[in-house]
């Protein structure tokens, strides 16, 4: 495998040389905004969104220099400060990496962020800890920043763990209701099981290669035993599993749904669980050289996209169902980066498209719960084309792009992924694009499920509910998201344009993609289908307010097909039970040793203190029969 | 004919004795009577040896404890007489506050 063009990285010039101020801006805006209290109430908000706005204007600035420059001066690092000065071989330079990945990521993270911020504006207009809100959104969108530009692993992993904080704040924004602080913590403590093995891997690298810059490690790693390779690459996938919620960390981000609408927008869009792509993608060089790790995150991929496809069918909350096509898309684009160079522009494609319309689609169901009092249970709605027709026509492009009609824009971004999926050959090609192919049936399922059961048919909602068309605050951003739409998958597809954009960091794929027109025939058609199901199913018949039943596959599925019953039970209670036994050793053994040294101790000395009578014949006594001892013993030396 | 063995018998007498009172005596004017017999029976057993080995170190060194004990009489007579009239007895076994 020939090792990538990425290694080529020229100094800073021109915009890039004040990269940090991307960095900068919603850092200002977040510590202006936490540490000014409630005097920044009143504009707190308008801050947010100008930082937020700002840092995007930068991102332009800077994608428009780089279109100006041509080969490898396109990536430019940009040195900000030496982090740890050479301490032996281990030395920290802090760098940003501006280079064609990064940037697509900046604008995805700047832009879509902008858009759902702006939306929050009109979301959380009524709530009282809105300024709080905007400071921690605006700490989110600066942690994003700096994992994906940092221009090493340290700085990677400092981003990394400041989405995880700003992901458990905003999850847990609610704080005074019971059930967001639980989600919260578990969403911290699944990302942590996940961080441990980012962690390892760059404990890994540097043992390996003494360095844990990019350009270090990716110069190196073809020197490395395949074993070492393998086992950076699965430790890799273990830390983007915990992050992007696939498989076995999936379970936190059906309950991350406790936050406000904005935060799960922005946590499935434009940040967060897009965290663990970027890092599979940025680390191309070394899952190039371990097809074992490559295996490995095609299968978790595929299993993910499944398992998330099946957890949205039978979820009548509609931000759960969004939360399970989030995982399931999110396993796509796994599947994609497994596939090696062929796949890695396509995830970032797919990535960069499911932006689009999964800020789209939330920000509509956050409309639709904003307008319905907070009410979620997609069999409560009904009928709400009529009362709120922006939100239905944005949420139905976001609808068609997730399911993948042409011309929108998931068609042109998923299909290849099961093009390429196929193309990979063998066994193991078949069956991820098999199993590709039923995902995207099932996805066709469930989405036409949530567009039939929340805007066709009959009203169900209370007598209490009044919904109408939100703000224009609201809305605005939903047209824009819902243009990108339609428009973002053929524009970055046309002529293959993000994947030679793409190709100096990625690496060239070594046969170019046209559309292979029976696959993605046969793709479309499984589509139709699924969605004629969801037609027949939710569509032609009456939805039951009270939700049945069900079979056994979808009391299963709704209990998030037993993820959480399978953490509970594979690892919550064995933990329980060594901890137990730590604690039963701990008070018997070590602390019965210490306590019992301490015990005869105590009790001998109480023995002792009865020869203290007080009285100074006794004393005496002692003083004489000692001296008596020490002249016999005198004597008995000399003898 | 009087030889040092007899000298030092009494000398072994008299230290018991005062040793003895010590040991039982509550009074503590006697028990500090016993002392200074203690220190006498000593500095007989110094002059005997003294005179036997017709040097004069064990002399001198009687001399010495004289002087010693005389100043140690001063400084307990003293401590006696403050705490008698603090607790109105001079018996050693009712000078226990330091206990407990």
Redesign the interface.
Known sequence: MTLTSAEVTLPAVGAVHAAWLLLAFPSFGAAVLLLGGKRTNAWGHLLGVTMSLASFVYGVALFAQMLGERGAGRSRDDHVYTWVPAIGRFHVPIGLQIDQLSICFVLLITGVGSLILIYAVGYMAADPDRRRFFGYLNLFIAAMLLLVTADNYVGLYIGWEGVGLASYLLIGFWYYNPAPPVAAKKAFVANRVGDAGLTLAIFLMFAQFGSVSFAGVFSQVHNASPGVVTALGLLLLLGACGKSAQLPLQSWLLDAMEGPTPVSALIHAATMVTAGVYLIVRSAPIFNLSSDARLVVTIVGAATALFGALIGCAKDDIKKALAGSTMSQIGYMMLAAGLGPVGYALAIAHLLAHGFFKAGLFLGAGAVKHEMNDEVDMRRFGGLATVMKITFVTFTFGYLAIIGIPPFSGFFTKDPIIEAAFAKGGTSGALLGTAAVIGAGITAFYMTRVMFMTFAGRKRWDDGAHPHEAPPVMTSPMVILAVGSLCAGGFLMFSNRLIDFLAPVTGTPPLSHGFLAPISDISLAVVVAGAAVAWAMYGRREVPVTAPRGSFATVAARKDLYGDAFNESVLMRPGQWLTRLSVFFDNRGVDGLVNSVAASMGGTSGRLRRSQTGFVRSYALFMLAGAVIVVFALLLVRL | MISPAHYIALAVILFVIG?VG???R?NALV?FMCVELMLNAVNLSFIAFARMHGTLDGQVIAFFVMVVAAAEVVVGLAILTSIFRARKSVS??D??L???
């Open positions: 040793g010590v040991l039982i509550r028990v050693v076994d000078a226990n330091l206990k407990n």
